[in-house]
């Protein structure tokens, strides 16, 4: 079964520090990788997304970043702001997508205090 | 470009009671799908339409659950009986194909809680 672990669960950290989140997955072959934000009360919205074949991407104070070696991701978060409190989706697309459906995580909550 | 419109933005029933959901997605979008998130998870395709026809509903509870888009823009998702464990978020969301390139833009969700 296709899996994706999303890791902390929850994070608390102060206006002004970095911070990372990780994603590991199973879903193997796949074709991209995507993370989410969703902030409370709203869809989650893209901010960016990786092929297979690539190794970094940024949008922003956003960067994420892909070993499909060891199956992994992570989003790191420059200069957190407190609009960045939200939840963290990392979002999986199989090879054979129409086949088989999208692997969501279950999400990290980041809260960026003052 | 306006987004994908949902309502109504919060639903509270009673157990056995039915409710309906409604989703106007992005003008030309050619896919739709309704997704439900618990709390505390991420979400899960309940159904995928391509147009005004089902590609995937293998997760939709089909006793109790049913959806349409009869003319390929507008689509409803209905509930009848609800239980206490439908209590979640629905989230619509479109895409231009079904291809999975195509990005899938979500609406603001329908937060549905069950007594």
């Known amino acids: 079964k296709n899996q994706v672990e999303q890791s902390p669960q929850s994070l608390i950290i102060l206006e002004g520090k970095n911070c990372t989140l990780q994603c590991n997955y199973t879903v193997s072959p796949f074709s991209n990788l995507r993370w989410y934000k969703q902030d409370t009360g709203r869809g989650p919205v893209s901010l960016t997304i990786m092929t297979f074949s690539e190794n970094t991407k940024s949008n922003g104070r956003y960067t994420a970043t892909l070993d499909a070696d060891t199956k992994q991701s992570s989003l790191h978060i420059t200069a957190s702001q407190l609009s960045d409190s939200a939840s963290y989706i990392c979002v999986v697309v199989p090879a054979n997508f129409g086949n088989e459906k999208l692997t969501f995580g279950t999400g990290t909550r980041l809260t960026i205090i003052p | 470009e306006a987004g994908v419109a949902q309502s109504p933005r919060y639903k509270i029933i009673e157990k056995r009671q039915s409710v309906a959901f409604w989703c106007n997605p992005i003008s030309g979008h050619a896919t739709l799908y309704w997704y439900q998130q618990i709390l505390g998870q991420g979400p899960k395709l309940l159904i995928q339409f391509q147009n005004n026809g089902v590609v995937d509903d293998s997760q939709l509870p089909k006793d109790r659950f049913s959806a349409e888009r009869l003319k390929g823009v507008d689509s409803t998702l209905k509930i009848q009986p609800a239980k206490l464990e439908d209590s979640a978020v629905y989230l619509c969301?479109?895409?231009?194909?079904?291809?999975?390139?195509?990005?899938?833009?979500f609406g603001p969700g329908t937060r549905l809680t069950v007594l």
């Open positions: 969301a479109s895409s231009l194909d079904q291809q999975w390139s195509n990005e899938q833009f």
